[in-house]
């Protein structure tokens, strides 16, 4: 299988817990996105990188929240001292950046549940 | 500001109907792209059609078109003959050009498609 894959599926933690999340891109990728997706809504961005920089961070990600790309091959995503409202899916995504467009390909989220 | 509005929130349909789903977006860029995925119960978000903005051609796959109108800002997506297997919550996305390059996705709320039997 050469999609994105994440890791894990599921997480439930209790509230105050420290969380983190794996993501392997499609291989030779460039650019690796994090998006929140809430119940009934679509995703929300909130950070990426371009090899191992991080490019840009949402106003949404906390100071809680920490993302690397170490070797500009997979990510990591940790949420410190979580709260019930950082229950949500966490998706990543990948893509092959050339130009002014590229397309994002998902991987299946890990969907977090805080007690 | 960007912003991209899926009015619609859910379809039901029967089999074999067509259905047109509705996208509406902002921007201030002249250079964006929209886009359209699908996300079925397995949760992946499916890549289906990226369109630019100084092409507004429609644009034709199968059973699915796209009508893609910059003097509305709208971007609909048609299924033609809607199964069973085409139920799914459907996201339509921007993407400004001009806007540091970042590529971002800007995501409506998503319409949630039921084809029923």
């Known amino acids: 299988d050469t999609g994105v894959s994440q890791d894990p599926r599921h997480k439930i933690t209790k509230r105050g817990q420290n969380v983190t999340f794996r993501c392997d891109p499609i291989s030779e990728h460039n650019r690796l996105y994090w998006y929140r997706q809430t119940l009934g809504q679509g995703p929300e961005f909130l950070t990426y990188?371009?090899?191992?920089?991080?490019?840009?961070k949402s106003r949404l990600l906390s100071d809680r929240f920490s993302a690397e790309r170490p070797k500009g091959s997979f990510s990591t995503l940790e949420i410190q001292r979580t709260e019930q409202g950082d229950s949500a899916m966490y998706l990543c995504?990948?893509?092959?950046?050339?130009?002014?467009?590229?397309?994002?390909?998902f991987g299946p989220g890990t969907r977090l549940t805080v007690l | 500001a960007q912003k991209v509005t899926q009015a619609q929130t859910e379809i039901s349909v029967v089999e074999k109907e067509d259905v047109t789903l509705d996208c509406v977006y902002e921007?201030?860029?002249?250079?964006?792209?929209l886009f359209w995925y699908k996300q079925p119960p397995s949760g992946e978000l499916v890549f289906l059609i990226r369109?630019?903005?100084?092409?507004?051609q429609n644009e034709i796959s199968g059973r699915y078109s796209w009508n893609f109108q910059k003097s509305t800002s709208s971007f609909n997506f048609t299924i033609t003959a809607s199964q069973v297997v085409d139920s799914a919550v459907y996201f339509c996305a921007l993407s400004e050009a001009t806007s540091g390059n970042t590529g971002k996705l800007i995501f409506g709320q998503g319409t949630t498609l039921q084809v029923k039997p």
């Open positions: 995504a990948s893509s092959l950046w050339r130009g002014p467009v590229n397309e994002q390909f």
């Open positions: 990188f371009q090899n191992e920089a991080q490019l840009e």
């Open positions: 921007t201030r860029d002249t250079t964006y792209y």
């Open positions: 369109r630019n903005s100084f092409d507004e």
